[in-house]
């Protein structure tokens, strides 16, 4: 990026919030640069979602901005969304400013397309439940995620 000030990449992110405003999110549930701390096995993981929908009480939708293939970065996110947060979000999406893919956590099925069709408006976001995964599942997705990170 051009002198790394990263001046392009938050000038995206805040085109993206803009999207969800124009869905119906509230700023009060738009949260920039949601800071996520992920231990395990002793080593510990600590980075920054561009954009979280939360508010008080649970997690409905986890982004992550990838300016290149998004593909690549769809296990890593549902890992993310399944393994660290609790109760685990309904959505994921991971976009590059443009296209996207949305997640839907509990099976996994992902659709793809331009970023703005695939942001669902916000009454209808929260009336999806936050999907629930037995211990031992969350356990496997914890240590695909520690895969992911440590890009092992």
């Not at 738009?30 to 600590?46: A, H, I, T």
């Amino acid at each position: 990026m051009p002198g790394n000030d990263f001046s392009e990449v938050k000038e995206i992110i805040l085109k993206i919030k803009a999207l969800f405003q124009e869905k119906g999110y509230p700023e009060e549930v738009l949260r920039l640069y949601f800071p996520v701390e992920f231990s395990f096995q002793g080593l510990k993981f600590s980075f920054f979602l561009p954009l979280v929908v939360k508010n008080s009480q649970r997690v409905f939708l986890i982004l992550d901005y990838k300016p290149s293939s998004l593909s690549s970065f769809e296990r890593g996110l549902l890992a993310l969304a399944r393994g660290h947060f609790v109760p685990s979000p309904p959505l994921s999406l991971i976009t590059n400013g443009e296209e996207a893919i949305k997640i839907e956590v509990e099976s996994g099925k992902t659709t793809k397309g331009p970023l703005k069709s695939l942001i669902s408006r916000f009454e209808e976001l929260k009336n999806l439940e936050n999907p629930g995964f037995p211990e031992e599942r969350v356990e496997k997705e914890r240590r695909l995620l520690y895969i992911y990170l440590s890009g092992g």
